[in-house]
């Protein structure tokens, strides 16, 4: 199967503004294969409907460590059947001055612009891409535990089992979806593969405060099918149809980031280096016209 990777500029939305500007998606083929494979899947957990976080963040946002904690207690609350994913994004993520990371990814541009769900303000969060009433789709991080206990009240449409086998030498990491529907589904759906990296060390301003080893936890590495995934089926669903999805060769000691700049300049490409023993991937599955997510799963890679 053919993968790609599309890693390109950053979309800023507040604050300082760089002279970068997006021309248009870089593709780029991002496969490796492998010959001994780490399996891991999710088969213990998969009976249960699960949900997704998304918080917006920013290592120049003084307020994101308050949002991050409070991403950790809710996860502390609700166990495996919360999944969080730091997505670091939008002005506040641009290296500038004494904050030299750069931990923005293409999908998380995307996400977070215009064409995405227009994040104006860090932090920010996002719950099951689903405006829960009275709240909107995007949440301020002191509303996340009342929107939580709505949306726990979602039905199980769709389980998925996840496999992975990871190949520590080479980097290829093949996954492996089965979606078995609990009932009639009649939208189309789309497919999404993430990598998110636990215990990554670095600075983040914390109310005015440089912290020069915060640990940023479930931070997005990269989207491995596209931004907006691909699609799992086009055609309607009855109760106890099942649909396969495999995502194979993917080289995660391959990612980038590129940064599209204006002609003549060169774009620059900066690799996206992960420590693979806290990587973990996550599948979720979304309707592709309301891009509201019906089923989220995460399984650590080793």
Same mark, same amino acid.
């Given at each position: 199967?053919?993968?790609?990777?599309?890693?390109?500029?950053?979309?800023?939305?507040?604050?300082?503004?760089?002279?970068?500007?997006?021309? &248009?998606?870089?593709?780029?083929?991002?496969?490796?294969?492998?010959?001994?494979?780490?399996?891991?899947?999710?088969?213990?957990?998969?009976?249960?409907?699960?949900?997704?976080?998304?918080?917006?963040?920013?290592?120049?946002?003084?307020?994101?460590?308050?949002?991050?904690?409070? =991403?950790?207690?809710?996860? !502390?609350?609700?166990?495996?059947?919360?999944?969080?994913?730091?997505? *670091?994004?939008?002005?506040?993520?641009?290296? #500038?001055?004494?904050?030299?990371?750069?931990?923005?990814?293409? =999908?998380?541009?995307?996400? &977070?612009?215009?064409?995405? #769900?227009?994040?104006?303000?860090?932090?920010?969060?996002? %719950?099951?891409?689903?405006?829960? !009433?009275?709240?909107? %789709? %995007?949440?301020?991080?002191?509303?996340?535990?009342?929107?939580?206990?709505?949306?726990?009240?979602?039905?199980?449409?769709?389980?998925?089992?996840?496999?992975?086998?990871?190949?520590?030498?080479?980097?290829?990491?093949?996954?492996?979806?089965?979606?078995?529907?609990?009932?009639?589904?009649?939208?189309?759906?789309?497919?999404?593969?993430?990598?998110?990296?636990?215990?990554? %060390?670095?600075?983040?301003?914390? *109310?005015?405060?440089?912290?020069?080893?915060?640990? #940023?936890?479930?931070?997005?590495?990269?989207?491995?099918?596209?931004?907006?995934? $691909?699609?799992?089926?086009?055609?309607?669903?009855?109760?106890?149809?099942?649909?396969?999805?495999?995502?194979?060769?993917?080289?995660?000691?391959?990612?980038?980031?590129?940064?599209?700049?204006?002609?003549?300049?060169?774009?620059?490409?900066?690799?996206?280096?992960?420590?693979?023993?806290?990587?973990?991937?996550?599948?979720?599955?979304?309707?592709?016209?309301?891009?509201?997510?019906?089923?989220? $799963?995460?399984?650590?890679?080793?």
């Amino acid at each position: 199967m053919k993968k790609i990777i599309s890693l390109f500029t950053v979309l800023l939305t507040l604050g300082f503004i760089s002279c970068d500007r997006i021309k &248009s998606p870089i593709v780029k083929k991002n496969t490796v294969v492998g010959t001994s494979f780490v399996t891991k899947n999710n088969f213990a957990v998969y009976n249960y409907k699960k949900t997704m976080l998304e918080d917006y963040t920013g290592m120049r946002c003084q307020n994101c460590p308050d949002a991050a904690t409070a =991403a950790a207690n809710l996860s !502390a609350t609700y166990g495996s059947s919360l999944i969080i994913v730091g997505v *670091h994004a939008g002005s506040l993520a641009n290296p #500038f001055g004494n904050y030299t990371a750069d931990y923005r990814t293409e =999908a998380g541009d995307v996400w &977070s612009g215009t064409a995405g #769900f227009g994040i104006l303000a860090y932090p920010s969060g996002i %719950i099951n891409r689903k405006a829960y !009433a009275p709240n909107g %789709i %995007i949440t301020y991080y002191t509303t996340w535990s009342s929107v939580l206990a709505i949306s726990n009240t979602d039905p199980l449409i769709v389980k998925l089992k996840v496999t992975t086998n990871y190949d520590t030498l080479a980097g290829a990491l093949n996954t492996d979806v089965k979606a078995y529907f609990q009932t009639a589904y009649a939208q189309n759906l789309n497919i999404s593969i993430l990598v998110t990296e636990d215990g990554v %060390i670095g600075k983040q301003d914390d *109310h005015g405060t440089e912290v020069d080893d915060y640990e #940023f936890e479930h931070m997005l590495r990269g989207a491995l099918n596209s931004p907006w995934g $691909e699609a799992l089926t086009t055609s309607a669903k009855a109760a106890n149809d099942s649909v396969s999805y495999s995502l194979n060769d993917f080289n995660l000691k391959g990612m980038t980031y590129t940064i599209d700049k204006p002609d003549p300049t060169p774009d620059v490409v900066k690799p996206i280096v992960v420590n693979d023993k806290n990587v973990s991937v996550i599948v979720f599955v979304h309707n592709t016209a309301t891009r509201e997510i019906l089923q989220v $799963e995460k399984v650590k890679i080793r």
